[in-house]
Nanobody, 120 residues
Framework: QVQLVESGGGLVQAGGSLRLSCTASGIFYSMNDMGWYRQAPGKQRELVAVTSGSGTNYADSVRGRFTISRDNAKNTVTLQMSSLKPEDTALYYC???????????????WGEGTQVTVSS
């Protein structure tokens, strides 16, 4: 069974930094995109950053402040967040598109979410 396990997050003052990590565990055939989404109270879940074989993509609101990186050998994706703002406060979810053995297509998997709170 495939699981995404997140770590990091917490409470930080505006202008500070946090680091989120996510590791995919279990047995699977291959993994395509890995990324981070976030959802603030009363708002829809939105893409923060994603990395794939074709490169990386960031939301306009975080470009230049957040950096996504990936370690394929460890099945891990990391989000380094700097110059944090109160509007970055949200529940951050790890996402990975994974193809398990026996399937001919990729399926989206999600972590349980980790809270990031930025105080002003």
């Amino acid at each position: 069974q495939v699981q995404l396990v997140e770590s990091g997050g917490g409470l930080v003052q505006a202008g500070g930094s946090l680091r989120l990590s996510c590791t995919a565990s279990g047995i699977f055939y291959s993994m395509n995109d890995m990324g981070w989404y976030r959802q603030a109270p009363g708002k829809q879940r939105e893409l923060v950053a994603v990395t794939s074989g074709s490169g990386t993509n960031y939301a306009d609101s975080v470009r230049g402040r957040f950096t996504i990186s990936r370690d394929n050998a460890k099945n891990t994706v990391t989000l380094q967040m700097s110059s944090l703002k109160p509007e970055d406060t949200a529940l951050y979810y790890c996402n990975a598109r994974i193809r398990t053995t026996g399937l001919a297509y990729y399926v989206d998997y999600w972590g349980e979410g980790t809270q990031v709170t930025v105080s002003s």
